[in-house]
Every structure is written in structure tokens, then in C-alpha cells.
């Protein structure tokens, strides 16, 4: 009888386990309700959710006192919700408005919608039941309070294309489009943005309706490094009629125009203010000469906005402000610039996206704590990104699990030309600062995967996957706009513009014609698998994987080919971007440049192969080790080797290799260049058997040509002269200091050893 008895249990267990809840059965439309008194952005995302629904079942869904599906308000961390099964219903709990609205939007995620329904033009498939088990339940919050993008250097992409798509004067990104982005924001968990502010990009806060669109979304609206207290200085100051942007001779001036934004967003809770002061557009303070009168400067400007704020805000310590010690800026604030506790200090990568400086353990116990500000494009020296989102996933994971773990945790922005083309890279960012543990470092192959599958199918994506994270390999060792070995913001008497002409590529024909097979390779991946893909998905797929993959394939060839060969790549990558900018009968019209501020590596031309072979003698990626101590940790998708292994200060990497004969050899130890975000050195130990270790830093000072090489080749290489005899031999790589990341090691023979 027990034993009866017990089986008996287990089975109610399992069936009880294994009950569902139908909140669409197939002929019905989804019911549901909300609290009468919601925050704006809870009707934005529930005729969002609702839009989602009737793309998924024919059927818009419709209120009822007896709900499907039941939206409520709970308590705890900001932007949290809750979802659980209750009494038969669906219940979303947020703990704020952006919690409900958050949580509603994860019911699309769970009825197969994509966030990137519109921007990527993903169709969900349509559904003729949706279920959720009885028992089940997700928690979620923010790890990360601040999420948001900045969109930057907007000139060849979301500014002409918004202009299209709003029909609104000439240069305004309008609140349609900026609706569309917060809407993208809201998908992916994101709050916070700053605006366009290029020149020629009408300001923000001279829009009309975007900053009221921006609060119905829940949106919080800062401004860059550059823009103090939410003023768009390129937009909004007027040399003419204010005079000189100058604190020292035109202080009375400075003041008046940060009062009147001040004044026109009091009331308004959705704002976070930059405070300090630069030039007009991203250079040097005007007036200021010495360091000395920099920092003086500097420490009255940020004193004196503090007594602004106060008298036309509120307490300065109950507003959301960051400082951004960005370029000369940071040499000032080590100098010892005193920043309230309050404030958040904004740190920055190098434009390449190598974090240079993190909260040391002081600085992480402020309590306005640290944020991030990340480039996944950029335009400046030593040559832009404007083109293509190619930064590998692998080294956001590591930069931005490393800013998290300084307690960098209450905003991260990340820069994006136009959202559409960051989307993955965008996507896999937010969803670190969304849940910081949902991405370690052995599953981001396992996210990349996963968000194929999800856009595209599970067929389709699990092929797709080896093609895209060959493509990230390929454009790590060159980004697409980096093959014409060319430099930007160089000097103008010697160059046009400033900018180099292809000319010469060190490379041999050997090593081109691999990485165009290599193309070549991935490119008959997604040809094979375009008949996988519905056909309502065909957009979504020439977007997010054909153009890329085929657009960056054609430049490699465009270099590195002979000119009959150059000149049909190049055609062909004018053909795909008509393409992209005709899909969804003219959608995206304006999107697509192919040639983002006319650099010369867009040209039609092609190079002269001038690189010098090498006799490698051995070569090896850091991952296949033959011993590592506590602590080492292989990351997928980062480095040349696509699997480069993060070693621990005082950890140690050891190698064992066989040489067939004798001789003198240069060995090339390849790491991924990353800086010193503590302020002090980077330096690693070589040694080969029982000789004494080499010191080698990677500290490289910033803008210097070594640097410059590292960050286009996303490597740094240094070379140890070495002697090997004939048989086995142990080679270490140990780690000095902090944030050594091993990629590559390689031996070649000296050219005197070389067999001709």
C-alpha cells in the first residue's frame, strides 16, 4: 500500500508538474488587464504587447474583468517585474513603470517575438495556442541601473534616414523616429539614451515632442561627454549671439544658457545631467591654457553647476549626474579635481573598445558609483567604424564584466551609429547590463547561437552560427573598413583631408587569397541557407547576415584582388546597399552608406601585396595550453584564436613544443591589447625552459603608432629573441599584472636561419 500510495504521488506530482495554462487557445483573443492609474510608458508598451499579439494569433487582444493575463503593481528594485501563474491567470508584476512595461515585453519574447520585430523586420510566426506550465515563475531586475545607447555620428545613416522617414525639416531626427527607437530601447530592457548631436543634426531639445516622447516611454534623456547639464552645444550656442563658449571671459553667458535647459526640464524626472565642460565639439576647454589653470577651471565650472542645479532643480545629491573624465579630461581629474560623491563617474574605453581606467577601490565605494561609456562604432584616428558592427562579442563580455565587477553598475552607454546595424552586438550588450550573469565566458557562443535561432529559425540558425562566428574571426584580425591599411586625421599639408590612400597592404598573395576563401567559405553558408528562411524573414535576413557578410567579403576582395576583380567587388557592394536601402519597398531608404564619410579604403581602387613571408617554425593559439594554473579562463569569440585566455595577475600559462632542428629564432607572443584600467602597467613574463624570464608591457600611450597598430589588427604582437636546440622545449606566459589576455604565440627562424 505505501508503495502504491507513493507512486500515486509522484504521478500527481508529474501531471501537476506538467499542467498548462492556455492564454490564447486558437479562437479567442487574449484577455487582459492594467491598474486604471499607470505610468505613460505601460500604455506604450501595452499597445506594443498588444500589436505583438495580433501579429501572432489574428487577434487583437481585448480587456476583461476576468483577465488571461493580469498586469499589477509590486514592490522592489527599479524596473523589476515578476511573472507567475495565479489562480489559472498570467500574472506580470512590475515594480515600476518600466517594470510593467518590461514585463509585458518579455510575454512577446515568450509568444516568439523578437525585439527586433520592427528594426529588423522580424515577423514572428503565427501561433495557434500559446501556453505557460502552472508552476511557472521568472524574476527579474536590472544589474546594471542606467542601460541606454548614445547615437553618434549619425551623419550617414539614422539622420538621412530619419529625415526620410518623419518628413519632418530638413535635419531633425523627429519624434516618429525617436518613438520607434525608445520603443527598440523598451525591448531591450534599456532606459536611457543621448540624443544625435552632430552638426547638422537639429538639437534634441529643439524637436518638438521628442522630450514628451521620450517621458511617455519612460525614457531618461543625458547628453555625451561634451554637452553639460542636457545642452547640445554644436545645435545650441550661437557664437554670434552668445559670444565665445569661453567660462573664463564669458561666464554670465555660460550660466544663462545652462539655466534656460535647466528651467525648461524642471519637473520633468526622466533626466540625467552631464556636468564639467569642454570646447564647443569634444576638444579643450577655451581660455584655459596651462594644466594649472585647466584644473581651476574645470573644479569652478563643476562647483558652480552643482549651485545651478540646486536652485533650479532640486538637491544636487537626488539628481542623476555623471562626470565623464574623457581624454585630457581624465588627467585633470587625477590631477585631484574634487567631483561630489553623489555624481557618477563615467568611464570610457579607448574608442576601440578597450576600457582605460575602472573605479579603483576607493572610487567604488562613491556613492554615485561608476558607468561606462562603449564604442561599438566610432569615427576618429587612427581610421573610423562607421561602416558594419564587427566588435566581437567576446571582448564586450570581457571589458564589460570587468567594469562590473569594479561596481561600474549604474550606467552603461553604449555608441551606435544607427541601431539597426549594431543590432547583435547591441542586443548581447544590453542583455550583460540587464542580467550580468547571463553571459559567462564559456557561453557566448551559446548567445550567438541562441539569437540566429530566435530570428531566424532553428534550423537556419544553428547552420548560420560556424558562418557569422567565422565572420567575427575574420574581422577581428581586420575590420572591413581597416583593409585599406589607411589612416584618418593625419597632417593636411602632407595628406588631402588629412586621410592616407590605399597603396600598399603587407600582406603576400598567399595570405590574401586565404582570406578571401575564407569568405568565400561563409558566404556559401549563407547561400545554403537561404532557403531555410521564411520567406516573411527574408529582409530580416539580408540585413542582419547577407549584407554584412557579402558587403565585408567584397572588400576584402576590393583590396586585395587584381583590378578586373577590385572593380566588380566594389560594384557588387553598391549593389548590395541599393539593396538594403530598397528592402520593405523603401523602409530603410537612407540607411545604408557604403561609404561613410567618403574614406579612401571606399574607393573603387585595390593595393599593391607587399607583405614579407615568414618561415613559422610553429604556431599556436593560447587556448590549446598544455598546463594552466587556478584562475585561467579561455573566452569564446575573443582574439584571432576566437577562444584568447584571460590570465589572472600572478597566473601562468605553459606550453611544451618539439623542434626538429636547431637554430635562432624570434618568438611573437600575441595578446589582445588591452590597457591598464588601474593606472598602473601591463606587463607579462616570458621564459623559455630554464632561461631568465623577459619582461614584457603592453602599456602603450595613447594615439602613439603602436597603439594604433594594436587597436587595426586587434592584436598586440612583441617579439623575444630566442635559441632552440633539437627536441622539446616548455614555454611560460605568466601574468605581472591585471587584464592580461593571452591570444597567440608563434616562432619564427631568423632570417639568417630562413631556408631558401
Known amino acids: 500500500m505505501r508503495k502504491s500510495a507513493l507512486v500515486l504521488a509522484l504521478m500527481l506530482l508529474s501531471l501537476s508538474a506538467m499542467a498548462q495554462v492556455v492564454w490564447f487557445d486558437g479562437k479567442h483573443p487574449i484577455t487582459y488587464s492594467v491598474p486604471k492609474q499607470v505610468e505613460p510608458v505601460v500604455q506604450i508598451a501595452l499597445d506594443m504587447w498588444k500589436g505583438d499579439m495580433r501579429q501572432v494569433t489574428g487577434l487583437t487582444p481585448i480587456a476583461s474583468a476576468r483577465p488571461a493575463v493580469r498586469v499589477v503593481q509590486g514592490r522592489g528594485v527599479d524596473d523589476g517585474f515578476r511573472i507567475y501563474v495565479k489562480d489559472g491567470q498570467i500574472v506580470v508584476e512590475g515594480n515600476n513603470g518600466r517594470g ?12 516568439g517575438v523578437s525585439p527586433w520585430i520592427w528594426w529588423g523586420d522580424v515577423v514572428p510566426e503565427r501561433k495557434d495556442l500559446l501556453t505557460v506550465d502552472s508552476d511557472y515563475t521568472t524574476e527579474q531586475q536590472p544589474s546594471v541601473a542606467y542601460r541606454g545607447i548614445f547615437l553618434n555620428d549619425e551623419d550617414w545613416s539614422l539622420r538621412p534616414w530619419g529625415h526620410a522617414f518623419e518628413s519632418g525639416p530638413k535635419g531633425q531626427i523627429g519624434p516618429k523616429t525617436y518613438r520607434r527607437i525608445f520603443e527598440l530601447l523598451l525591448r531591450l530592457r534599456a532606459n536611457a539614451i543621448w540624443p544625435a548631436m552632430h552638426e547638422g543634426t537639429v538639437a534634441f531639445f529643439q524637436t518638438s515632442g521628442a522630450k514628451a516622447m521620450a517621458d511617455s516611454c519612460g525614457i531618461v534623456i543625458g547628453t555625451s561627454h561634451c554637452e553639460p547639464l542636457l545642452r547640445n552645444n554644436v545645435g545650441e550656442w550661437d557664437v554670434k549671439e552668445r559670444g565665445a563658449f569661453n567660462y573664463r571671459t564669458n561666464r554670465e553667458a555660460v550660466q544663462r544658457y545652462w539655466i534656460e535647459r535647466l528651467q525648461a526640464v524642471k519637473g520633468s524626472k526622466n533626466n540625467m545631467f552631464t556636468i564639467g565642460m569642454r570646447g564647443i565639439h569634444d576638444s579643450s576647454m577655451e581660455g584655459y591654457q596651462t594644466e ?6 574645470l573644479q569652478q565650472v563643476i562647483d558652480d553647476q552643482q549651485k545651478l542645479i540646486r536652485t533650479y532643480i532640486g538637491d544636487p545629491a537626488r539628481q542623476m549626474q555623471m562626470f565623464v573624465p574623457y581624454k585630457e579630461v581624465l588627467q585633470l581629474y587625477e590631477k585631484g579635481l574634487q567631483i561630489p560623491d553623489y555624481v ?6 579607448d574608442n576601440y573598445g578597450y576600457l582605460t581606467r575602472l573605479s579603483d577601490a576607493k572610487e567604488q565605494l562613491r556613492k554615485g558609483g561608476g558607468g561606462i561609456y562603449y564604442h561599438l562604432s566610432y569615427w576618429g584616428r587612427p581610421h573610423d567604424y562607421l561602416w558594419l558592427t564587427t566588435t566581437q562579442p567576446g571582448l564586450i563580455y570581457t571589458e564589460m564584466k570587468a567594469a562590473y565587477d569594479h561596481n561600474c553598475r549604474k550606467l552603461w552607454i553604449a555608441n551606435v551609429h544607427d541601431p539597426k546595424v549594431a543590432a547583435y552586438d547591441l542586443e548581447f550588450f544590453m542583455d550583460m547590463a540587464w542580467d550580468i550573469n547571463s553571459i559567462t565566458p564559456t557561453t557566448i557562443n551559446q548567445h550567438l547561437e541562441r539569437w540566429l535561432c530566435r530570428q531566424f529559425g532553428e534550423e537556419a540558425g544553428k547552420r548560420l552560427f560556424p558562418a557569422m562566428q567565422e565572420f567575427y574571426r575574420l574581422c577581428a584580425i581586420r575590420k572591413p573598413e581597416f583593409m585599406g591599411w589607411t589612416q584618418v586625421e593625419l597632417d593636411k599639408k602632407v595628406y588631402p583631408r588629412g586621410l592616407s590612400t590605399v597603396t600598399d597592404v603587407p600582406m603576400t598573395p598567399q595570405e590574401a587569397a586565404v582570406r578571401i576563401a575564407d569568405f568565400e567559405r561563409i558566404k556559401a553558408i549563407v547561400a545554403n541557407s537561404r532557403p531555410l528562411i521564411r520567406p516573411q524573414l527574408k529582409d530580416a535576413f539580408f540585413a542582419a547576415v547577407e549584407y554584412p557578410v557579402f ?9 586585395l584582388s587584381d583590378s578586373i576583380e577590385s572593380h566588380r567587388a566594389y560594384e557588387e557592394i553598391q549593389s548590395l546597399t541599393r539593396q538594403y536601402n530598397d528592402m520593405k519597398d523603401g523602409k530603410w531608404r537612407g ?22 613571408p615568414f618561415n613559422t617554425l610553429i604556431a599556436c593559439n593560447a587556448c590549446d595550453y598544455t598546463e594552466a594554473s587556478a584562475g585561467c579562463q579561455p573566452i569564446q569569440m575573443l582574439g584571432h584564436s576566437m577562444n584568447a585566455v584571460a590570465i589572472p595577475k600572478g597566473g601562468e600559462l605553459t606550453f611544451r613544443f618539439n623542434v626538429e632542428k636547431e637554430g635562432n629564432a624570434t618568438l611573437l607572443t600575441a595578446m589582445i591589447p588591452t590597457q591598464p584600467y588601474d593606472k598602473g602597467d601591463l606587463r607579462y613574463a616570458v621564459q623559455m625552459d630554464d632561461a631568465a624570464p623577459v619582461i614584457i608591457s603592453l602599456k602603450e600611450k595613447f594615439r602613439s603608432e603602436s597603439w594604433k597598430q594594436n587597436v587595426l589588427t586587434g592584436q598586440a604582437l612583441k617579439a623575444t629573441s630566442i635559441s632552440l636546440s633539437k627536441g622539446w622545449h616548455t614555454l611560460r606566459l605568466k601574468a605581472i599584472d591585471d587584464h592580461i589576455i593571452a591570444d597567440q604565440w608563434m616562432m619564427n627562424l631568423s632570417p639568417e636561419e630562413r631556408l631558401l
Open 100 to 111: 510593467m512595461a518590461y514585463g509585458l515585453l518579455e510575454l512577446s519574447r515568450m509568444a
Open 292 to 297: 594649472e589653470e585647466k584644473f581651476e577651471g
Open 344 to 349: 557618477t563617474l563615467m568611464w570610457c574605453d
Open 551 to 559: 558587403a565585408a567579403a567584397a572588400m576584402n576582395r576590393k583590396i
Open 591 to 612: 540607411l545604408m552608406d557604403a561609404a561613410p564619410r567618403r574614406l579612401p579604403v571606399f574607393y573603387d581602387a585595390y593595393a599593391k601585396l607587399k607583405g614579407e
